[in-house]
């Protein structure tokens, strides 16, 4: 059972959501080849998310503007394009899920890495092949009689 509430929200995770009042989505027209379709009618999306001025908490505005993303202004708006589709409805999908997708990726936390070193045993194998393999070369010499 769906509320009218959940409609107007752009979910990320269980614990994250955005307003889709925080999203501006306006309609273009397509670039590219299609004839009279592309010059009559504009079913391309232009999606702008303002990320200073949106609900996002601020670890996460921080991270999308750390982002090195062509697609974020110096005024921090994200501007998405989309005109795959001749469906100005699977272009706004097309938008949203490429910005759910962006927001995603910022809030995955990526687990420390921890240094690890080889065992003993380990660096005695190699070592060992690495002699193994000098004589196996060193046989291979000129044979003096």
Do not use: W
């Not at 925080?22 to 999606?47: F, T």
């Not at 949106?54 to 090195?68: G, P, Q, T």
């Not at 994200?78 to 999908?93: D, H, Y």
Request: glycine share 6%.
């Amino acid at each position: 059972m769906s509320s009218s509430n959940d409609d107007k929200l752009l979910r990320i995770t269980d614990s994250l959501a955005i307003a889709l009042s925080e999203v501006e989505i306006s309609a273009v027209r397509a670039q590219g080849p299609g004839g009279q379709n592309v010059n009559k009618v504009s079913s391309a999306i232009h999606l702008r998310f303002d990320i200073g001025a949106s609900s996002l908490s601020d670890f996460y505005k921080e991270k999308l503007l750390a982002l090195n993303d062509q697609r974020i202004t110096k005024d921090g708006v994200l501007i998405l394009k989309a005109q795959q589709s001749r469906s100005q409805e699977k272009n706004k999908g097309e938008a949203l899920l490429r910005l759910q997708e962006l927001l995603l990726s910022v809030t995955v936390i990526p687990k420390k890495r921890r240094p690890t070193a080889p065992s003993r045993s380990a660096k005695l194998k190699r070592v060992d092949s690495k002699t193994r393999r000098g004589k196996d070369k060193a046989m291979r010499g000129k044979v003096i009689v």
